[in-house]
């Protein structure tokens, strides 16, 4: 193997790892800061996956991008969510750390096992790990937005979901114009954007960010 | 052969240097001069030079438990190949023993802690059971990530030339079961994420405790065998992570060795960096470590 195709392995393998990170972390400052991550992980990936020979503009444009909204503002966006909120930074999850992690790993043996067996349109161009890492990813992110109760936790959830699209639509890059992955992107922004409102408002309402309190009736 | 003879002198020679390693790493980042680094072994020497008391209500399991405990880890020291050399003692499947060796070492120091009455003693004994049956899924899982790479059966083949050929094919499940083992480490050897060596007399300990009526000579069996543990560990370690380093004898016997004060050297930085986790947190780092070893496992078997 290459020196190329063995950091590619690594960083799919970390991606991974990361995920279980994630199911097991109580801390929520360390939950975004590894998220943050994942996402300048999945930034460098497009440049190392590149066909060799290729002209990399469209590649590169995908990466700074991916760097700059997942690695860089929607951290910052959520770390300023929890200053504003000012709220306790444990995570407090519904399903306990253990059994989520245990989820999680079945959820990841599942996704490596059988993978290679998904009808996918080419599946020999694609590296093997691609898309056992992106539907692990995908399915952590599930796991998170449904088992914890603060509104902050699902947002990561869903980041961490949109990460597992994200790997998954590697696979595409080839007949994905730019204009559809900057669509992506800004979505994702909008997203988070909204529910930092949404996330503001839940605060001001309750005083706390646990989304258990919205199925209790008000007067 | 003369590899063997002169790892299984290591074997016996070198463990409280690798204690006293890790204590002078801690002393470093505290900003300590630290004592010397041949302090465990007058520490030995002291202990062995006093007289012993035994309470009357304890039995001879109370005698047998130090000796037990140091010849089981002894004994697992046989079937392990270090540096890549062969084993002393070597035959399909004997990871298995190696593995039980270690858990009839704690058998008998729970057994006997429970031999005194002591409630505080039992505590500890139950405390140690159970973490360490979340530590052996994780350290049997790290093995058969191994025996799967390298594909033998024997512990020795396991950490032996096999092992460089799978850095080539299988490098992050290798560096996944080398985690695992770390953290299994850190767990068997009572060291801190999990328990801290150096507190007494506090509601959280856990070897310790278990310890607390020994004195004398069975102190320093004790106090040995926990060493002996220590650098059992670091072998598997070091070897996995090392394997490329070398392929000629001398240059396996370099790794080998160096590989032992690096892995001392990690153990003391991360006892410096981290906090003891909390008791309820301590399954959860363990069942993280069987995680990352299942899916290295995976990762091999697709």
Redesign the interface.
């Known amino acids: 193997m290459t020196a190329v195709a063995q950091l590619l392995d690594l960083a799919f393998i970390l991606v991974v790892v990361i995920d279980f990170f994630l199911l097991s972390s109580s801390r929520m400052g360390a939950a975004i800061r590894v998220v943050a991550l994942q996402g300048g992980l999945l930034g460098v990936l497009p440049l190392m996956l590149a066909p060799p020979g290729e002209p990399l503009g469209h590649y590169l444009v995908l990466a700074v991008g991916a760097l700059a909204i997942k690695g860089v503002l929607i951290p910052w966006l959520m770390f300023r969510a929890i200053r504003e909120a000012s709220m306790r930074r444990e995570v407090e999850p519904i399903v306990g750390f253990v059994p989520s992690m245990v989820l999680g790993g079945i959820g990841v043996a599942l996704a490596f096992a059988f993978s290679s067996r998904l009808p996918l349109p080419e599946p020999s161009a694609a590296h093997p790990f691609l898309v056992p890492t992106a539907l692990s990813t995908v399915w952590t992110g599930l796991l998170l937005v449904v088992s914890r109760k603060k509104a902050v936790n699902q947002v990561l959830g869903f980041l961490v979901l949109e990460n597992g699209v994200f790997v998954f639509g590697l696979l595409l890059s080839d007949f994905m114009p730019i204009m559809v992955e900057a669509g992506v992107l800004l979505d994702l922004f909008a997203a988070v954007f909204v529910m930092g409102i949404v996330m503001f408002h839940i605060n001001r309402e309750f005083s706390s960010l646990d989304t258990e309190k919205l199925s209790a009736l008000k007067d | 052969m003369l590899r063997t003879v002169l790892h299984l002198a290591a074997l016996l020679a070198l463990p409280p240097l690798l204690l006293g390693v890790v204590n002078r790493t801690k002393a470093r980042f505290a900003g300590r001069a630290g004592p010397p680094l041949l302090q465990p072994y007058f520490d030995l020497a002291r202990l062995l030079r006093k007289g012993a008391v035994y309470s009357r209500t304890t039995t001879w399991v109370f005698r047998a438990g130090p000796v037990v405990g140091l010849a089981a880890v002894v004994a697992a020291g046989l079937l392990l190949g270090m540096g890549g050399a062969p084993a002393a003692i070597s035959f399909t499947g004997d990871f298995v023993l190696f593995a039980y060796l270690l858990g009839l070492g704690r058998f008998f120091t729970a057994l006997a802690a429970l031999d005194t009455g002591s409630a505080f003693e039992g505590m500890g004994a139950a405390r140690e059971v159970t973490f360490a049956s979340l530590a052996e899924p994780a350290l049997f899982l790290c093995l058969i990530v191994l025996a799967r790479a390298t594909g033998t059966g024997t512990l020795a083949g396991m950490l032996g030339p096999g092992l460089v050929a799978a850095w080539?094919?299988t490098?992050?499940a290798l560096?996944?079961a080398a985690m695992g083992v770390f953290v299994v480490a850190l767990a068997e050897n009572a060291r801190i994420p999990v328990d801290d060596p150096n507190t007494h007399l506090e509601l959280t300990m856990i070897h310790e405790v278990m310890v607390l009526d020994h004195g004398g000579p069975d102190l320093a069996l004790i106090e040995y065998g926990a060493a002996v543990k220590l650098f059992l560990f670091a072998a598997i370690a070091s070897r996995i992570l090392l394997a490329p380093a070398g392929e000629g004898a001398l240059a396996a016997e370099a790794a080998f060795f160096g590989g032992l004060f690096l892995f001392a050297l990690g153990v003391g930085v991360v006892e410096s960096s981290m906090a003891r986790l909390r008791m309820i947190?301590v399954?959860?780092l363990l069942?993280?470590a069987s995680?990352?070893s299942?899916?290295a496992l995976?990762?091999l078997?697709?």
């Open positions: 080539g094919q490098a992050p560096l996944l947190r399954p959860q069942v993280g995680v990352l299942a899916f995976v990762l078997l697709r």
